[in-house]
Every structure is written in structure tokens, then in C-alpha cells.
T-cell receptor, first 113, second 113 residues
Framework: SQQGEEDPQALSIQEGENATMNCSYKTSINNLQWYRQNSGRGLVHLILIRSNEREKHSGRLRVTLDTSKKSSSLLITASRAADTASYFCAPKYSGAGSYQLTFGKGTKLSVIP | SAVISQKPSRDICQRGTSLTIQCQVD?????MFWYRQQPGQSLTLIATANQGSEATYESGFVIDKFPISRPNLTFSTLTVSNMSPEDSSIYLC??????????FGPGTRLTVT
């Protein structure tokens, strides 16, 4: 399938530690977006990174993109208990009419106080 | 960024009945999307709803089961018809802005008994 694949599926860390989640995808993309979902709630948009960008920052979040490896990573620094959530990557594939996002199963992050 | 609201936030319905979910956006958007997230699963696109045209359904979803209205550029409804327990999911409305960032509503948690 064309969805992004997040890795690991689950991650448990202590508060204050950094959390890194990875995403791999299949073919060329226009952009890739990262989202957070708290239990049973809607998705919160975190960052969009375009195919010609290599790194983007937003507060404690850092996203990298390596188009040669077809992968992206999300780093959360100095994690907090409130960061406990599922994180999804959504690649936007290139091509005419290819406007929809596809989602993987996500990484479930648990931050232990 | 777009601010999206959904009504109802949750509902418990009996099998065989129908539920209409409303999605309101605080700005005019061309493209709106409806997603479903079954328990413990990732998001699956149901359909794309553009104002002034018929909704485009993804494979596995049909208009008779999930009729969609898009009367203007800020509003859409999704109806889940003749419900069965398998329809128990979170239903999410989503919009894409001019900069290709895609935003999601808070979701409607549906339980069918």
C-alpha cells in the first residue's frame, strides 16, 4: 500500500527524555505531514515538510526528511506527560489527482512522569 | 490554520438507524474530506466532498451507505445509514488549505448497539 509506515509501533520513555519516531514511505512525495492524536480525539496537525526541505522545527518538535531513503523522523525533545499520544505521518504522494493523504498505524508514545 | 467543529461529538445509536454528522469550518475551503477510524486502527478516507459537485467515494464506500452533502464552502454533512455495529468508529472531517496543510476536526465517536 502507499501509506506511511511509522516505527516503532509503541515507545515508552521517561519525562524529560527525547522521543524519536520514524516514518517510511514508498514513492516520491510532494510533502509529508505529522499529526498527533490523543486518545479517541481528533488529529492535531504538527508539521508539514515539503520534498525540497530537509529539516523543520516547531517548538520542541524537529522533523527531518530524507527523500533518498524515503523516510522522515519526528523528534520530540524534553518530553512531557502531555506528549502521550499516537503520532502519525501522512505522505502526500506526487502525481495528478493524488491529493489524498494516507495514514499508517502510528506510533503510540507513552511519557512516564 | 482552519478551525473545524463537528456535531455531535459522540452518539450511541441503535442498529438500523441513521446518523448525520455535521462539519463546520471557520473559513471557505474547496476540498473537504471524511475519514473513518475504526477502533485501534488508522484513518481511512471515505470520500472527498467538493462544493458544487458530487462527492467522490473511495473503494469500499458507497453513496447509499454514506451520503454526503456539501451545500457551501464552509459546511458538510456525512450520514451513516442503516447502521450496524461494524460502523462503530470515530468519523473525522478534514479540510486542506491553500498551502496544502490538512486539518482535522475533533471527530464524532459513534457506537452502534
Amino acid at each position: 500500500s502507499q501509506q506511511g509506515e511509522e516505527d516503532p509501533q509503541a515507545l515508552s520513555i521517561q519525562e524529560g527524555e527525547n522521543a524519536t519516531m520514524n516514518c517510511s514511505y514508498k514513492t516520491s512525495i510532494n510533502n509529508l505531514q505529522w499529526y498527533r492524536q490523543n486518545s479517541g480525539r481528533g488529529l492535531v496537525h504538527l508539521i508539514l515538510i515539503r520534498s525540497n526541505e530537509r529539516e523543520k522545527h516547531s517548538g520542541r518538535l524537529r522533523v527531518t526528511l530524507d527523500t533518498s531513503k524515503k523516510s522522515s523522523s519526528l523528534l520530540i525533545t524534553a518530553s512531557r506527560a502531555a506528549d502521550t499520544a499516537s503520532y502519525f505521518c501522512a505522505p502526500k504522494y506526487s502525481g495528478a489527482g493524488s491529493y489524498q493523504l494516507t495514514f499508517g498505524k502510528g506510533t503510540k508514545l507513552s511519557v512516564i512522569p | 490554520s482552519a478551525v473545524i467543529s463537528q456535531k455531535p461529538s459522540r452518539d450511541i445509536c441503535q442498529r438500523g438507524t441513521s446518523l448525520t454528522i455535521q462539519c463546520q469550518v471557520d473559513s471557505q475551503v474547496t476540498m473537504m474530506f471524511w475519514y473513518r477510524q475504526q477502533p485501534g486502527q488508522s484513518l481511512t478516507l471515505i470520500a472527498t466532498a467538493n462544493q458544487g459537485s458530487e462527492a467522490t467515494y473511495e473503494s469500499g464506500f458507497v453513496i447509499d451507505k454514506f451520503p454526503i452533502s456539501r451545500p457551501n464552502l464552509t459546511f458538510s454533512t456525512l450520514t451513516v445509514s442503516n447502521m450496524s455495529p461494524e460502523d462503530s468508529s470515530i468519523y473525522l472531517c478534514s479540510v486542506r488549505d491553500y498551502d496544502y496543510e490538512q486539518y482535522f476536526g475533533p471527530g464524532t465517536r459513534l457506537t452502534v448497539t
